[in-house]
């Protein structure tokens, strides 16, 4: 029988809402220079997020997981807040959504290169790895 680990908090929020609020056993993001795993008591942290799979283990037999997008990263007293532009359980991508995300940022980013549009570079290349991360997840290709 696996091992169970004490549950704490554990928030995944969008601009749209929460996608998840619970306990958990353990929350592993996608850092900007590597996945992040957090248990309870885990020390206080801030971290960048980048477009990835965020998972989120409800005990040692079920694990949610999500395709997210860029954000952010806070584990503080017990509770773990990821703020990200996006996340969608893998059981609920819509290939059609994730390809016109896709479609929208490669074109702003392609303005951008033009000198046309004063975007950020680096989130709209998140969002589009979070269009690909659907898409791969969901089982399609991107190319």
Known sequence: MAESHPKFDVALVTPD???????AEMIIVPGAVGEIGVLARHAPLVATLKAGSTRIHLDPN????????PGFFKVELDRALALVDDAVNVKEIDD???QAQLEAAQ???AKVEAGESQADRWQLEQRIKHAENQLTVSGRTTG
């Open 107 to 109: 074109a702003e980013l």
């Open 17 to 23: 809402g929460s996608a998840f609020d619970g306990e």
């Open 96 to 98: 059609a959504r994730a």
């Open 62 to 69: 079920e694990v949610l997981e999500f395709a997210t997008g």
